[in-house]
Antibody, heavy 119, light 107 residues
Framework: QVKLVESGGDVVQPGRSLRLSCVVS????????MHWVRQAPGKGLEWMAV????????DYGDSVKGRFTISRDNSKNTVYLQMNSLRVDDTAMYFC????????????WGQGTLVTVSS | DIQMTQSPSNLSASVGDTVSITCRAS??????LAWYQQKPGKAPKLLIY???ILESGVPSRFSGSGSGTEFTLTISSLQPVDFATYYC?????????FGGGTKVELK
């Protein structure tokens, strides 16, 4: 059974940093790219970042490029999202998502972790 | 980025109705389109990919069609469990984008 479990969400002040984690099980993590997608309260879905299966390639959405960093530890079946210089509009539920191999079709999602940026 | 526009944003329907949701892309995405269902407080669930391929385990009352810039998700004989918000997503580019969502509510 595939499982993705995010953690690390919290209430933080603008300008601060936070690191999210997503631990996965039930599939070959080291053979899969992984993504982060977020959803602001009451809003739609926004793709954030992707990391290749071996961590050698990364890409980001324009709204977080230069502030957020995606990484992974294949020995721990974990993908991370380091979020720096947080802004009020980063407030959202953050989901990690597994794609079908070689695609950007998200067939498995975690339950999400909530990040609130507020002074 | 490719913009995805869904309509309507809200839809009221009764159990047993057939409903359709439209998703339009700002440029051609061929058939690189997925549909997701999301219930309150839950993660999205993949329903359809490549515009018309039903994800394993998804009931056959869900169907997808379209190509290029216009796509449709149809739910035949709406069931109580189908009341949710639906999102389309393009994955033609390496910067995937989602539609704004369509909330299907009980009339």
């Amino acid at each position: 059974q595939v499982k993705l479990v995010e953690s690390g969400g919290d209430v933080v002040q603008p300008g601060r940093s936070l690191r999210l984690s997503c631990v996965v099980s039930g599939f070959s993590f080291s053979n899969n790219a992984m993504h982060w997608v977020r959803q602001a309260p009451g809003k739609g879905l926004e793709w954030m970042a992707v990391i290749s299966f071996d961590g050698s390639k990364k890409d980001y959405g324009d709204s977080v490029k230069g502030r957020f960093t995606i990484s992974r530890d294949n020995s721990k079946n974990t993908v991370y999202l380091q979020m720096n210089s947080l802004r009020v509009d980063d407030t959202a539920m953050y989901f990690c998502a597994k794609p079908y191999s070689g695609t950007y079709i998200f067939d498995e999602w975690g339950q999400g972790t909530l990040v609130t940026v507020s002074s | 980025d490719i913009q995805m526009t869904q309509s309507p944003s809200n839809l009221s329907a009764s159990v047993g109705d057939t409903v359709s949701i439209t998703c339009r892309a700002s440029q051609s995405i061929t058939n690189w389109l997925a549909w997701y269902q999301q219930k309150p407080g839950k993660a999205p669930k993949l329903l359809i990919y490549d515009a018309s391929i039903l994800e394993s385990g998804v009931p056959s009352r869900f169907s997808g069609s379209g190509s290029g810039t216009e796509f449709t998700l149809t739910i035949s004989s709406l069931q109580p469990v189908d009341f949710a918000t639906y999102y389309c997503q393009q994955y033609k580019t390496y910067s995937p984008t989602f539609g704004g969502g369509t909330k299907v509510e009980l009339k």
